[in-house]
């Protein structure tokens, strides 16, 4: 299962999304502070925020889409 930001960037296999902490961020070469929809298994699990995170841009979470 992968999980993606819906923009061409990076994909994180499911050990490294499980990986994953508050505050993690992953990185991207995209402008900040635009919003986008994480994915993973071409269902919407989220959505983000662009971010910056040591000089280098990123996806922040800001909130995870429960089951329907």
Do not use: C, H, Q, Y
């Not at 061409?8 to 919003?35: C, I, M, Q, Y």
């Not at 298994?41 to 922040?60: C, D, M, P, Q, Y």
Request: charged share 25%; hydrophobic share 45%.
């Amino acid at each position: 299962l992968t999980v993606e930001a819906l923009l061409e960037g990076p994909s994180l296999r499911v050990g490294e999304l499980l990986s994953l902490k508050a505050g993690s961020v992953v990185t991207t070469r995209f402008p900040a502070g635009d919003n986008v929809e994480v994915v993973a298994g071409n269902s919407r699990i989220g959505a983000g925020e662009l971010t910056v995170s040591r000089e280098r841009l990123a996806v922040r979470m800001l909130g995870f889409r429960g089951k329907d």
